[in-house]
């Protein structure tokens, strides 16, 4: 397991009943969490003290009932800054595991001893985007969700990279990586997270897995000769980390050799001292 358990802002202190109990910077967050199977006793005082706490409803869905939080506000790690919102369906903007894959991202491109060129699809508010070019890499973000890349805007301006040689598009990621292939564009390192389920701008149905391995060749053509890495998360219920990397041994290898790595992102929980699974993710390097 690639744990994130370098966060200063950000901790899981506890985990009960299908929920964790979270801090990000000075407010306290009740989230659900479907890994979460265990009922133990909620001790933690912080429990009964948080600032909000999503419930589920009986008929899908939720809500947050607030006690005492702002509107937004940030929480840093390292040279990068977000801008925290709670949102529908629990989510706050960022997912705090993700920071192992940052570390990566980041180690990767330092090392390079050249310009690398990164490429991040579905990429959400823009963690991965703001570690690659905080690294010092030019960045392609895309998201077919208007909004989110207008947040990753706001982090990247936050984190002080707002001048840093970031391209935002608002576009399906197929489409635009068909566009890319033909215009004759390239990249040396890929990231991604695609969706376990969604739609496409013409109603097309997107399954992740039917859909990942089609998708992982056409990805693959936009590749530069000479590639660092390719990165792809899932957040796909009953998805094994070994699957993804037999995936990417198998796109990837064919064309450029190298080896995929794979395993679960995971977080540590102060309390108790056990590690959070949080999604499948595999890497694969020359």
Known sequence: MWLSDQWK??????T????KLERWGKYYLVRPDPQVIWDTP??????????????????????????DLPERWQIGYGPLTFQIKPMNFKHTGVFPEQASNWDF?????????????????FAY????????AAAGASVCHV???????????????????DGKPIRWIVDDCAKFV?????????????IMDPPSYGRGPSGEVWKLEKDLHPFMELVAGVLSDDPLFVIVNSYTTGLAPSVVGY????????????????GELGLPVTDTGLALPCGATGRWTR
């Open 9 to 14: 802002d950000y901790e899981v202190i506890d």
């Open 16 to 19: 009960s009943n299908g929920e």
């Open 42 to 67: 909620r001790d933690n005082p912080l429990w009964n003290r948080c600032n909000a706490h999503y419930q589920r409803s009986s008929s899908g869905g939720g809500q947050w009932a607030v006690r």
């Open 105 to 121: 991202i980041m180690e990767q491109i330092r090392n390079a001893g050249r310009p690398v060129s990164v490429l991040n699809l």
């Open 125 to 132: 508010t823009g963690g991965a985007t703001l570690a690659a």
């Open 143 to 161: 998201d077919a969700a208007r909004g989110m890349v207008a947040w990753a805007r706001e982090n990247a301006k936050a984190s002080g990279l």
């Open 178 to 190: 068909e566009r890319e292939i033909k215009r004759g564009h390239r990249y040396d390192a890929i």
């Open 247 to 262: 995936l990417m041994n198998t796109v990837l290898g064919r064309r450029y050799s190298g080896h995929a790595v794979c």
